[in-house]
């Protein structure tokens, strides 16, 4: 297994820097969403919609870094980061931050670090799905809802998830290869 670099380092932290204003910026899109869809009965769903944005950081991590702990550590320090630039849920987002870097990190360990292709982020994207809801379900009141709505909802997120952290992370990484500014993102 390869060791960590101070080059590794400082990937982490740019893409968390990176992920930290993006995470900022979506606020809006989770403002106007909740707005939108609050009269329908279906506000917090603004949540699971945009949560495959929030989580994004930890596969980029993990994937482009490729070193245990790396999917997390993008994840929870972009957190991090957003909480510093005043993000609308301060300090909330930290333990956020944790959850998600942990959903994100399970998806790597399941392939033990070893295979690195869309199926692994669509590992990582599918236990980020899992531990971040049953994180809401207590959180956010989930457990509260019809069990209609419960599916609806993780069903939305499991969607979000699959087209940021998994589809959308494989194609930034495919344009960094064919930019020569990282090499072996094989699939």
């Not at 809401?136 to 457990?143: L, P």
Request: charged share 10%; proline share 2%.
């Amino acid at each position: 297994m390869k060791k960590i670099h101070v080059r590794d380092i400082i990937l982490i932290a740019l893409i968390a820097i990176i992920f930290a204003v993006i995470y900022v910026a979506s606020d809006n899109v989770y403002n106007f969403l909740t707005v939108l869809l609050s009269p329908i009965g279906y506000g917090s769903l603004a949540n699971d919609i945009t949560m495959g944005i929030w989580c994004m950081a930890g596969p980029v991590a993990g994937f482009l870094v490729r070193l245990p702990l790396s999917g997390f550590l993008g994840e929870f320090l972009g957190a991090a980061l957003e909480t510093f630039m005043m993000a609308q849920w301060g300090a909330a987002n930290l333990l956020s931050g944790l959850i998600q870097g942990f959903g994100s990190e399970l998806g790597f360990t399941l392939t033990g670090y070893k295979v690195y292709n869309t199926f692994t982020l669509f590992l990582s994207a599918t236990t980020t799905t899992i531990i971040t809801f049953l994180y809401d379900f207590f959180k956010n009141g989930y457990n509260q809802y019809p069990v209609y709505k419960m599916f609806i909802y993780f069903g939305v997120r499991w969607i979000s998830m699959i087209i940021f952290c998994c589809i959308l992370v494989k194609l930034i990484t495919n344009l960094l290869e064919k930019a020569h500014i990282i090499k072996n993102a094989q699939d």
